[in-house]
Every structure is written in C-alpha cells, then in structure tokens.
C-alpha cells in the first residue's frame, strides 16, 4: 500500500462552535466547507482534518497534531495547561474540544 496522505475526521454537535475552536488551534480559519454541516482544513500537502456535525457520535475523536516547537504553539494558544514530558524525550499536552474530542500537541522539542 502507498499511502499519500491522511484524512482524519472529527465530529461535533454544532459546528460553528467547533469550527471555532478548531481555527484558533490551527491559527485560521478552514480552507473549504463543502456542506452546511462540514468544515475542512488542508493541513499540509494530503492531510486534512474534516469536522463534521453529527451529534450522534461526539467525544469519540482524537487526534494527535506533532508540532516543530510544543511550546511556542503552547504560547500562541494561550493555554497554561501541564506539559507532560515523556521518557522518549518528547513532550505533549492534552485538549479537549467544546464536545470532549481529545486533541494532543506532541513535539520532540
């Protein structure tokens, strides 16, 4: 199998709310929305995250973002949550999003 990107795809119960969250975390808003109810960022090259209303299914999602610097995009988030440092050397933080979707910041520095 030859692989060339990941869609990954988390679901809320309202989505401008989450869209919300969603473009602060990324530090803009979502590249397309191709219904009322869908709002897609382009991360990079083939990576996308799709947020999706459906309120059926809220909460089960996460997702893991590797980050060049944890704590500069700790910084730009304004978030003061702790910092866990792993044994590997890498570090990581865990959020929740306004549906109790889990997203970890991980980062090797």
Known sequence: ???????????????????EWYAHLFGRLHDFDPSEDTRIWRINGDTELQLVENPVVVATGRLILRVSELQREID???????VQQKTDGSAVLRMVDPDGN?????SDT
Do not use: H, K, P, Y
Request: proline share 0%.
């Open 76 to 82: 730009r988030l304004g978030l003061g949550g702790e």
């Open 102 to 106: 889990v997203t970890v910041l991980t």
């Open 1 to 19: 199998m030859a692989v060339r990107g990941i869609l990954a795809q988390v679901f809320c119960s309202n989505i401008e709310v989450s869209a």
